[in-house]
């Protein structure tokens, strides 16, 4: 019996759609899911709102992946004379691997179809950009890095206990079911996603205030801004949408 | 299936003044937001805020907890590991910010330091590979803990930061296997276990090497950061 | 001073923004409490993957389901993407299988049961979770080995 569900099973989940265990997912935001991704209880889906938000993140998640970041060119005062900062060697490879693994983040943040594991995304993008910004060997950023790097930890309470009054109230966790079903979804939680998300996304404020910009090895940080924007704008689809 | 037919009680039930056991817990979650978040508020040493935090996470997990079925019970694991994986970056972060990478000027040195973590490492190992699974990797872990405590390392790290790797490339494939392979579920498992054995003991083990000690019981000076 | 430029001088050191962070969640919680107060927040019976607690068990409390390479009756949320669901449940290590039968009270130590229904929702069901954990767990690893072996040099 369980074998021969398998067969069907194996096949690639384009046309899983129609007579699928799924019910008919609307979105708040722009229309109906485009397709749907069965990992187990996680069913990952993209609407039209969310595929431009994965192109989005795909796009720089390239970049980041292939560009060659500027040197820093410092200018003397006073003089004619401006030198370049080399930026070492390992610094520029971490800083590649951590903005990659933020992109990859960012696109499974979009493509979660499952309150508990969007959660588990957005702290990931938390600790990347932990990781991004504490690549730079400065005291000042590191102090900065140290900051961010609390609130991102805090921020994970009202995710979790976000997720958790999700599953307790409804029943479930998928998307596709609280979507579409009566069972409201109290404020309480939707309001702790939403800080949990604004603490997790805190990191452009930290960004701008070390002026970590001007650092060596800055285009990384352009990842930075990218994820914490498009989770944001995907915290808003769900929040609407439940 | 017998434990399904016998005597089996369900979990939640209903508790004091009429509440059931959730909303209790919940308002009991809740106080303790609001002690630990002011106390967040009003702290203002760096390391203090880091224990803090690791309080919070704590909460967290209580609220899952609050759920008391299964799947509570596998939501609490990516919790905790999220805290405490988080937690080992920032301690890190403070470290280097704080320039706090002179060692204690004493080592305990005693004989079996020299004589014993061989024998005790390799036992804790198979121990640890016949456990398998998180357990096996935490028990497996420790012995290699222990053994570089005892021995002080070189440049082992990088190895088995590259083992790590391997472990998590292990877990993928499993992953993988489960999702499209389903009937091979079974050889899944086993590589699964096998990558959080491997997983779990080298990132114990990498705790174990950064404590930094040459092996001749006493320390050796590492020179600060410079920026 | 206007209320303007005091709430700007509070904001406008980064040191602050744990602190006003901190007191944003304990409003939340606040909402949070009334919401459980008003009845808002009331707990679904029908939960996923319910556990059951039976004292006869030699691995109680955490028993974790069903016979070792046995089918488990499970509630999974889509039964359909898992067609194995149950096997893999029934997985106890050779050692946990040896400490059932030794004694019925070895149920609380983790040693017995390293399996069980959690690693069918760990690894099969809910398995992009524990990926999407371990990415995190090396993440944060590499950037600690990284920062520690930068400050080596």
């Known amino acids: 019996m369980i074998n021969t569900v398998c067969d069907e099973m194996c096949l690639p989940p384009t046309d899983m759609l129609y007579g699928s265990p799924y019910e008919f997912l609307e979105t708040g935001i722009e229309g109906q899911a485009l397709f749907n991704l069965p990992f187990g209880d996680i069913v990952n889906f993209l609407t039209p709102y969310t595929a431009v938000l994965f192109i989005f993140a795909l796009t720089f998640t390239i970049i980041a992946a292939i560009s060659k970041p500027e040197r820093q060119v410092d200018t003397v005062f006073g003089g004619d004379a401006c030198y370049t900062k080399d930026i070492p060697q390992d610094t520029l490879r971490f800083q590649r691997f951590m903005a990659i693994a933020c992109g990859l983040a960012t696109m499974g943040g979009i493509m979660a179809g499952d309150v508990f594991n969007f959660t588990l995304f957005t702290a990931f993008i938390g600790i990347t950009n932990i990781g991004i910004v504490a690549a730079v060997k400065n005291k000042h950023i590191l102090d900065n890095a140290f900051e961010y790097g609390l609130l991102a930890m805090i921020g994970t309470l009202p995710l979790f206990v976000g997720a958790a009054l999700v599953l307790a109230t409804t029943g479930t966790l998928s998307m596709w079911g609280l979507f579409n079903s009566s069972a409201a979804v109290p404020l309480f939680a939707k309001l702790l996603l939403v800080i949990g998300v604004i603490a997790e996304g805190m990191a452009p404020v930290f960004v701008a205030k070390a002026e970590i910009t001007r650092a060596p090895g800055a285009p990384f940080i352009l990842m930075v801004h990218v994820s914490s924007l498009l989770i944001f704008l995907r915290m808003i689809e769900i929040v609407i949408s439940v | 299936m017998t434990a399904m037919t016998a005597a089996v009680t369900s979990v939640s039930v209903t508790g004091a003044f009429g509440l059931s056991d959730f909303t209790i817990g919940i308002i009991g979650a809740i106080v303790c937001i609001f002690i630990s978040f002011y106390a967040l508020m009003r702290e203002t040493d760096d390391l203090h805020r880091l224990l803090l935090t690791d309080l919070i996470e704590v909460i967290a997990l209580i609220a899952i907890a609050l759920l008391g079925t299964d799947l509570a019970e596998a939501l609490i694991l990516p919790g905790l590991v999220v805290g405490v994986a988080e937690l080992t970056a920032m301690s890190q972060i403070y470290t280097v910010k704080e320039k706090l990478v002179r060692e204690p000027d004493s080592f305990l040195d005693i004989e079996i330091m020299h004589t014993a973590p061989a024998i005790i490492a390799v036992g804790m190992l198979i121990y640890g590979i016949i456990l398998s699974g998180f357990t096996g990797g935490a028990v497996a872990g420790l012995g290699m803990l222990f053994y570089f405590v005892c021995r002080g390392t070189d440049e082992k790290t990088e190895i088995l930061e590259t083992i790590s790797g391997y472990a998590w490339v292990m877990w993928v494939i499993a992953f993988m296997i489960f999702m499209i392979l389903p009937a091979y579920w079974f050889f899944a498992l086993m590589l699964a276990g096998a990558g959080i054995l491997a997983k779990v003991a080298i990132k114990i083990s990498i705790l174990g090497t950064m404590r930094k000690n040459d092996g001749n019981g006493g320390s050796r000076q590492i020179g600060g950061g410079n920026d | ?153």
């Open chain 3, 1 to 153: 001073m206007t209320i303007i430029r005091k709430v700007s001088r509070i904001l406008q050191n980064h040191n602050n923004l744990t602190a006003v962070y901190a007191l944003v969640v304990i409003i939340v919680a606040a909402i949070g409490l009334i919401s459980v107060a008003v009845g808002d927040i009331t707990f679904e019976k029908n939960q996923l993957y319910p556990k059951t607690i039976n004292p006869d068990s030699p691995l109680n409390p955490y028993d974790r389901g069903g016979e070792p390479f046995a089918l488990a009756d499970i509630k999974a949320q889509y039964p359909d993407n898992s067609p194995n669901l149950g096997y893999i449940t029934g997985y106890l290590s050779p050692l946990a299988i040896l400490l059932t039968k030794i004694s019925p009270h070895l149920g609380t130590t983790i040693v017995a049961h390293p399996g069980g229904i959690l690693d069918e929702i760990l690894y099969s069901t809910r398995g992009l979770d524990t990926i999407v954990e371990t990415s995190i767990l090396f993440v944060a690893f590499t950037t600690a080995m990284f920062l520690y072996r930068r400050d080596e040099e």
